[in-house]
C-alpha cells in the first residue's frame, strides 16, 4: 500500500486555501490539510469557510476539480484566552468540506482544566463525525509522548489521537522504542519533517525556551533526510497511517516559490523512504 501524503498550510504558510488545494495536486500531494481555525498571530491571513459562503464554495469546488481530498482542518488549541465554542461551526464546515480530522494542541498545564476542555472538543468533534488528534510539543501544555497518551487515556473517548510531529518528537527525546512499544490505536496521521541538532549534536534540547526551538519548529525546518531527527525509526515504528508533510522554511520558499517548496518537501520525503527501505 501506498504511503498518503498531505501538504500541510504551515508548509507554504499565508497561501490561501483554493491555491494551497491547487500546489497540493500539482506537485503529486494525495490530500490536504488547511488552517480554517486560525492563530491571530499579527499579519496571519484568515481563511475562515465557516463564516464565508463564498470562501466554503469555492473551496468546494476546488476540492473537487483537482480531486483533492480534505483531511483536516486546524488548529483547534486548548488554551485558557480562548473560546471553544467557536470550533464548532469549523468542524462543521470541515465535515461538510469532507475532512476526517481536526488537529489541536494544549498549552496549559493545569491537567484537570486541559483534560475537561479537550473532552468538550474531541465531543464537538464527534458531533460531526471527526476524529481529534492531540500534538505534543515540548513547549506547550501536553509536552511529550506520554503526557499525550496519558491525556487520551483519561478522555476515554474513541475519536481522540496523539499527533506525532517527528521534530517535536526528536525535540522531545521520543525514540522509535518508546513508539514502537506503544499500541497502535493511539496513532492516526504523522507530522513529517527533519531539523538540525542541538549544539551537543543531540536532537533534544532541553530549555524550552530554547532560540533554535522555536525559530526551527516556526520558519526553518530541513527537508527530510537533510536534519538528526531519526524519521525513519519513528515512521518504521507507528502504522501505516498518512503523513502530513509540515514544513515550513522562508528560506526556501523564497528560494524555490511556494509550489517549488511544496513539491520539493514531497520529493525528498518519498526519495529519503525508498532510501531507507519504507514502502
Known amino acids: 500500500m501506498a504511503r498518503k501524503f498531505s501538504l500541510a498550510y504551515l508548509t507554504i504558510p499565508g497561501v490561501d486555501p483554493v491555491s494551497q488545494i491547487k500546489i497540493a495536486k500539482e506537485a503529486g500531494y494525495d490530500s490536504v490539510s ?9 499579519g496571519e491571513p484568515e481563511f475562515l469557510p465557516q463564516k464565508d459562503p463564498d470562501l466554503f464554495d469555492a473551496i468546494k469546488k476546488a476540492l473537487k476539480e483537482y480531486d483533492m481530498p480534505l483531511m483536516d482542518i486546524e488548529l483547534a488549541r486548548i488554551r485558557p484566552d480562548l473560546d471553544i465554542e467557536e470550533y464548532k461551526p469549523a468542524f462543521e464546515a470541515a465535515a461538510k ?3 476526517t480530522d481536526v488537529l489541536g494542541s494544549v498549552w496549559s498545564r493545569d491537567k484537570a482544566w486541559y483534560t475537561e476542555t479537550a ?11 471527526l476524529k481529534f488528534n492531540i500534538e505534543f510539543l515540548p513547549w506547550a501544555g501536553v509536552r511529550n509522548l506520554q503526557e499525550d497518551i496519558t491525556l487520551i487515556d483519561d478522555l476515554g473517548r474513541d475519536n481522540v489521537f496523539v499527533m506525532v510531529d517527528t521534530l517535536h518528537a526528536g525535540r522531545a527525546g521520543v ?24 549544539p551537543d549534536g543531540d536532537p533534544v534540547l ?13 520558519e526553518a525546518r530541513f527537508y527530510p533526510g537533510e536534519g538528526c531527527m531519526d524519521i525513519a525509526g519513528m515512521v518504521k515504528a507507528m502504522p501505516e497511517i498518512p503523513l502530513s508533510i ?3 522554511n522562508l528560506k526556501e520558499i523564497e528560494k524555490r516559490g511556494q509550489a517549488g517548496h511544496a513539491a520539493r518537501c514531497l520529493e525528498t520525503a518519498k526519495a529519503y523512504f525508498k532510501a531507507n527501505g519504507i514502502d
Open 119 to 129: 473532552g468538550k472538543v474531541a465531543d464537538y468533534a464527534k458531533e460531526f463525525g
Open 206 to 218: 532541553d530549555n524550552i525556551k530554547d532560540d533554535l526551538m522555536l525559530y526551527t519548529a516556526r
Open 246 to 248: 509540515e514544513l515550513p
Open 97 to 99: 468540506l469532507g475532512a
Open 175 to 198: 525514540t522509535a522504542k518508546e513508539l514502537a512499544r506503544t499500541p497502535r490505536k493511539y496513532f492516526n496521521f504523522i507530522h513529517l519533517c527533519d531539523g538540525p541538532a542541538g
Open 34 to 42: 488547511l488552517r480554517t481555525i486560525p492563530m491571530h498571530l499579527p
